[in-house]
């Protein structure tokens, strides 16, 4: 690792006062956070690059520094690679690809050894203490950790990928428990920490609902997602038609912009507009 530093910033403006060796994922609505050898991000703009986690990337050199807006299997992907180690399994790096830009709800069309893989890490990563990055902060430490984890779990860990399933089912009953709207059109959730962007399935109404709505109390967030991953109706479009351009995701899908600073009755009144816009099938246009 070298002296490899990684620092995560949560806005543009963190983001733009830094002058870093590389970049991962460290990207802000519109704009993208540039490294100054590597810059790796594939959303909005740079959708037509691949995924960082399975971007070929030579190492950085001693006393490096990579920037990254978040924590997630792709971002960590990316900065291992540049670190020197990269989890060495194809399958497994595809399979975390095909996720970051296709949604956790398309995780049925991977083969299950990739879902069961897939679920391990989730799994091990809801059990982590929660933080919430207020500033700029080194994360280095945060990336490393992943490192054995991922490791025993491609090795094939028997115990962390039952853990995996059970976490999977467990969250499958706690996503239904969030549910405050439930229509073919739009399922609305309101959370503290339970992922339900892509829980499109109603399992009272028997049908996939066109889109989701979900608002996280703790990240003080509000994301859309639709459940054809944007063919009819672009999330980031949306995004940034209700929050401006700080807005950031994908066509699948978006959410408000980061560090949000806003309160928990305003909050709540964003997610409100957006279950309202999603509601709206006169607005495909947008």
Request: with cysteine; net charge negative.
């Amino acid at each position: 690792m070298r002296g490899i530093r990684v620092l995560l910033a949560l806005s543009y403006d963190d983001a733009a006062a830094l002058h870093p060796t590389a970049s991962v994922e460290a990207e802000y609505g519109d704009h993208t956070a540039a490294g100054s050898l590597v810059t790796l991000a594939h959303h909005g703009q740079n959708s037509e690059n691949p995924a960082p986690c399975v971007a070929e990337v030579c190492p950085l050199p001693d006393g490096a520094s990579i920037l990254v807006s978040h924590i997630d299997l792709d971002t960590v992907g990316g900065c291992l690679a540049l670190m020197g180690c990269k989890p060495a399994h194809d399958a497994f790096r595809e399979a975390a690809a095909y996720i970051d830009v296709a949604g956790a709800h398309c995780v049925h069309a991977l083969d299950a050894w990739q879902r069961d893989a897939l679920n391990a890490v989730w799994a091990w990563k809801a059990s982590l203490p929660r933080e919430n990055f207020s500033e700029l902060t080194d994360v280095t430490d945060r990336i490393l950790e992943w490192r054995p984890v991922l490791a025993e779990i491609i090795g094939g860990d028997l115990a962390r990928i039952e853990t995996g399933k059970r976490w999977a089912a467990e969250i499958a009953a706690k996503v239904e428990r969030c549910v405050v709207l439930d229509t073919p059109q739009v399922r609305g959730f309101i959370t503290d920490a339970v992922f339900c962007a892509s829980s499109y399935y109603s399992p009272a109404g028997g049908y996939i609902a066109k889109a989701t709505a979900t608002l996280d109390k703790g990240k003080r967030s509000v994301v859309i997602a639709f459940a054809d991953g944007g063919a009819e109706r672009s999330a980031l479009a949306l995004a940034q038609k209700l929050w401006g351009r700080q807005a950031g995701g994908r066509p699948g899908i978006a959410g408000s912009p980061r560090a949000w600073d806003i309160s928990e009755s305003a909050l709540q009144i964003q997610f409100d507009r957006a279950c309202r816009a999603l509601a709206q099938p006169e607005e495909r246009s947008v």
